[in-house]
């Protein structure tokens, strides 16, 4: 058994023994002189006891799949804490010292159970596009890297080509990653189609310059081609940074 597992385990028999003093306690004390009072405030104190072992189940199975605990995630706690603070004061207070009426009491446990729910809500909503959020701008980051290491490991091979052309190549893969190097790495979903023709630019150039370093002599206007291909990869990479400026 895991920790999480364990820790699950001693939280769950520590709910069941609250909800069974909650019981007896309410039945033992006699809770409210109505019995309507009586049962919504029962109902209401075992709800918001089933909320808080709830979220500390789900933040028990969320925090051993990440590494640091997000905001949203404590602010989900505070929240819920908050609620059944509420839900206790509340029944302490209209149930027993004010001796609301019936039907008003139950519409102020219903407020506070809706409003709860809506803030929790909210919270998980804006946790998620968060989340969304990062890790398409891990997955952007990730990729404009492939980027930058494909062109780095063209100029390597190109450095070892013993040609005396080589510093020409050299310096126009250099001139290429520097391109790279001033781009913004974070990207858009609707740009991933220019970003695929990118990739599949400089994998073509990359296999190019393999194929120019495997023969002896270098055929007649390799330069050209190696331009050529340069000037498509520039211009695509020009495309997609004045596209990305726009939406930013």
Same mark, same amino acid.
């Given at each position: ?146 980027? $930058?290491? #494909?062109?780095? @490991? /063209? !100029? *390597?091979?190109?450095? %070892? ?7 020409? =190549? ?52 390799? $330069?050209? #081609?190696?331009? @050529? /291909? !340069? *000037?498509?990869?520039? %211009? ?7 596209? =990305?400026?726009?939406?930013?």
């Amino acid at each position: 058994m895991n920790k999480s597992r364990r820790y699950i385990y001693i939280i769950t028999i520590i709910y069941a023994v609250a909800i069974v003093l909650t019981v007896f306690s309410f039945i033992g004390l006699g809770f409210s002189d109505s019995l309507f009072r009586f049962i919504i405030s029962l109902s209401a104190v075992l709800l918001a006891e089933s909320v808080i072992y709830g979220y500390c189940i789900f933040w028990l199975r969320t925090a051993s799949s990440i590494q640091q605990t997000p905001p949203v995630l404590i602010s989900g706690a505070i929240i819920t804490g908050i609620y059944a603070a509420i839900v206790f004061v509340s029944a302490l207070l209209f149930d027993w010292l004010l001796e609301l009426p019936a039907l008003w009491y139950a519409a102020d446990q219903l407020l506070i159970l809706v409003l709860g729910a809506i803030t929790l809500a909210a919270i998980g909503l804006y946790g998620w596009n968060a989340g969304a959020g990062e890790q398409q701008a891990k997955r952007s980051l990730q990729k404009f890297r492939r980027y $930058q290491n #494909e062109l780095t @490991e /063209m !100029s *390597e091979l190109a450095s %070892s080509w013993k040609n005396s052309e080589s510093e020409q =190549l050299v310096n126009v893969l250099d001139m290429l990653e520097g391109k790279f190097k001033y781009s913004d790495p974070i990207s858009e979903p609707s740009l991933y189609a220019t970003e695929d023709i990118l990739q599949q630019q400089i994998s073509l150039l990359h296999d190019h310059v393999k194929l120019l370093l495997a023969t002896q002599e270098p055929h007649e206007g390799w $330069q050209v #081609e190696v331009n @050529e /291909m !340069s *000037e498509s990869i520039k %211009s695509t990479l020009q495309r997609r940074n004045r596209e =990305l400026a726009a939406l930013k």
